[in-house]
Nanobody
Framework: QVQLVESGGGLVQAGGSLRLSCAAS????????MGWFRQAPGKERAFVGG????????YYADFVKGRFTISRDNAKKMVYLQMNSLKPEDTAVYYC??????????????WGQGTQVTVSS
């Protein structure tokens, strides 16, 4: 079992940056690939990006490539999502998840409660 808690969301102007954190407790997260997802009002949840267990490989959705970066610190049981050049369309609730794959095609078994990111124009 893994419990995940996101933090770091907030209100930011377009072009600004935010760093989201995902703190894990319970079983070590080094056993899991980690992913970030987001859900905007009225839209389906979308895969943002993922990172493999060791942190050696990442995978990003096209709409965040070059702007967002995922990293992890297994010793601290933390996963991060650095978001730069934010756009109003990035406004959503962001979730971290633990699972079997760092791509959108894997299964994610554990989810956090989400953190709101709002980007003003």
């Amino acid at each position: 079992q893994v419990q995940l808690v996101e933090s770091g969301g907030g209100l930011v102007q377009a072009g600004g940056s935010l760093r989201l954190s995902c703190a894990a407790s319970g079983r070590t997260i080094s056993s899991y690939a980690m992913g970030w997802f987001r859900q905007a009002p009225g839209k389906e949840r979308a895969f943002v990006g993922g990172i493999m267990r060791s942190g050696n490989s990442t995978y990003y959705a096209d709409f965040v490539k070059g702007r967002f970066t995922i990293s992890r610190d297994n010793a601290k049981k933390m996963v991060y999502l650095q978001m730069n050049s934010l756009k109003p369309e990035d406004t959503a609730v962001y979730y971290c998840a633990a699972g079997s794959s760092w791509t959108p095609f894997g299964r994610y078994d554990y989810w956090g409660q989400g953190t709101q990111v709002t980007v003003s124009s």
